[in-house]
């Protein structure tokens, strides 16, 4: 399941990476309506092409739709963390379609999803900076920072776990 997990961060990287890029086209750049316009039908496409795939794959078992919904909502997660507009265009057809009924989730999921629909992510993204990095912007590149931190951190754990499990297989 380290694909898995390495799938799922990467969709993260790619959906902040095209939201960022949107964001600074709007806010820096006078006359960048195709750049903007690009970024955004991007990302749309991106996970027009990366849903109906996930959706094979919960659909192949039980176990697996377990590990892929569980994955798939601490994508979520990190995405509301990084203000993320995509979130609020897609969480109502993400949970429907990709969990299953509420009824099957643990209480600790189930809570988890609860506090995805209550909070509304803002649709301010951290942008790129201008010339000159004032106070303002640093404060509101903090949570993308610690964001990206704790990414870097994840995906080295995962790593160093997957490489002492193949220390104990034979070849």
Avoid at 33 to 52: G, R
Avoid at 104 to 120: G, I, K, N, S
Wanted: aromatic fraction near 8%.
């Amino acid at each position: 399941m380290c694909s898995l997990s390495h799938a799922f961060t990467l969709c993260q990287l790619w959906t902040v990476y095209c939201e960022l890029a949107s964001a600074f086209y709007s806010n820096e750049m006078e006359d960048a309506s195709e750049e903007l316009t690009t970024a955004d039908s991007s990302l749309m496409s991106f996970w027009a092409k990366v849903t109906p795939a996930i959706l094979q794959l919960v659909s192949h078992s039980k176990n697996l739709a377990e590990i892929v919904g569980i994955n798939f909502l601490a994508m979520m997660e990190h995405l509301k963390e990084c203000n993320s507009p995509l979130l609020n265009k897609l969480l109502p057809m993400w949970v429907g379609v990709l969990l299953p009924p509420e009824s099957q989730l643990p209480v600790q999921v189930r809570m988890r999803l609860r506090a995805l629909e209550t909070v509304q992510v803002s649709s301010t993204v951290p942008t790129a900076p201008s010339m000159s990095v004032t106070a303002d912007y640093r404060r509101s590149r903090e949570p993308l920072q610690k964001w990206l931190l704790r990414l870097q951190f994840k995906v080295s754990q995962v790593e160093k776990q997957s490489s002492h499990v193949l220390r104990f297989i034979p070849l």
